[in-house]
Structure formats: C-alpha cells, structure tokens
C-alpha cells in the first residue's frame, strides 16, 4: 500500500504544531510526514524480523513480569545508519529545530524506536516524564499501520495536561497519523490493539544538565 501524499507544507505543519503546543499541550496531525518517508519506513519495519525487536521496560522497573502487566509492546530503537530510519531522524530533527526557534524549548535531541503491539497488547495510563525528573519535553507517535478500522481497537487515549482523569481525545491509529504532545503532565494509554498493532513513538530531550 502507497501512503497517502502529505497534504499539509512544511510551513503549515511548524505553525498548526506550535500553536497547539503552545495553547493546548496535544496535536494530532494527518498528511504533517512525507509519504516517501513514511513508504520507507514501512518497507523498513517489513524487513525487521521478529528477533530485532525486545520487551520494553518500564522506568527503572527491572521486574519483567511486573512491566509486562503494565506495557507488552516489542521495539526496536532507530539509528542514522540505515536509509529510512535516517530519512524519519532528519525530519523529526527539522521539527526539533523550527519548534526551538518558535517556541525556545531547548530540545537538542530526538530519540525514537519502533513498537509492535501483537493482538491484545496496550500499554496503561502513563507520563512520559515526571515534572522535575526527567529530560524528555515532548513526545511524538507515529502510526505505520496498512489502513485501520474501528474494531481493531488500539486507540491512543490522551488526557487533559495535568488532569489524567479527563480524556482530551481518542486517536485512531490511522497510517500517516502524526500525534505530538508535553511530556511532562499529559497522560496517555494504548488501548488493547485487536490486530498487529505498528508505531515510532519518540521523544525530544533536553541536555540533562538542563533538565530542572
Ligand atoms: C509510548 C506510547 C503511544 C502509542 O510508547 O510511550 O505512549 O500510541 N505510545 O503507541
Ligand atoms: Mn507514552
């Protein structure tokens, strides 16, 4: 399957995000990544065998049973070193860059892997990044999914900044679907996915001598 053209320009992408970041915390974006970017990635993912992806961990939770109660998604972190994921790097690091002179978040790396969420996989209600503790500002999450419908479960529910009871939007993971959001006090799940679930989440950090 050929992902949809991005529809938005570069210019639209940097003002619809900065303006959401700045007022609400939370953007979802359909058409922000280049389809051939995101055709890569696909190709990529399809050519990862099983073996290239490892449990995730929770924190600093070294407990596997415990962490896989809480998330049961697979991944497998990107590098420069191959073609695709490099050509997803360089796009995140232009938006690294535009939302630092927008907005002066001092973002000065993005690090990102893929997750394969199997039938019946979530992840629960979480932050990325306590307040005061760590050093990643904003979150990113993008869907590499071959088309998605209701049934299939697996929704991104996102809850108001500073509220984790109040639901702000339920995202389905749509190809090409671009979700950003605060690391730092907006709280989010993975619903149970009903079919092979794929993503890039990523975050943006700040240097840790940065980080309050
Ligand atoms: C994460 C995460 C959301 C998603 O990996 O921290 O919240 O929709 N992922 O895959
Ligand atoms: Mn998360």
């Given amino acids: ?22 007022t609400r915390g939370w953007i979802v974006l359909d058409g922000a990544v280049p389809a051939a970017v995101l055709d890569g990635l696909r190709l990529r993912l399809h050519a990862l065998d099983d073996q290239a992806f490892h449990a995730a961990g929770v924190g600093r939770q070294s407990d596997h049973q415990r962490a ?5 998604d697979r991944i497998h972190w990107l590098e420069d070193t191959d073609p695709a994921e490099a050509a997803w790097l360089a796009w995140a690091d232009g938006l690294r860059a535009e939302m630092n002179a927008r907005l002066y978040l001092g973002l000065n790396r993005y690090e990102c892997h893929f997750a394969h969420y199997a039938p019946g996989h979530f992840y629960k209600k979480h932050v990325d ?6 050093n990643r500002r904003l979150s990113s999450v993008l869907y590499l999914n071959e088309g998605w419908a209701h049934a299939d479960g697996g929704e991104l529910v996102i809850y108001e900044p500073d509220d984790a009871e109040q639901v702000a939007t339920t995202v389905v993971p749509q190809p090409g679907r671009l979700v950003l959001f ?7 799940e993975v619903l149970p996915a009903q079919r092979d679930r794929y993503s890039i989440a990523g975050w943006f950090r700040v240097r840790e001598s940065m980080a309050p």
């Fill in 182 to 188: 605060l690391s730092e006090g907006v709280a989010h």
């Fill in 129 to 134: 990044a306590f307040k005061g503790q760590a």
């Fill in 1 to 22: 399957m050929t992902a949809a053209p991005a529809t938005l320009t570069w210019d639209a992408v940097l003002e619809q995000v900065a303006d959401a970041l700045a």
């Fill in 68 to 72: 896989e109660a809480f998330r049961n």
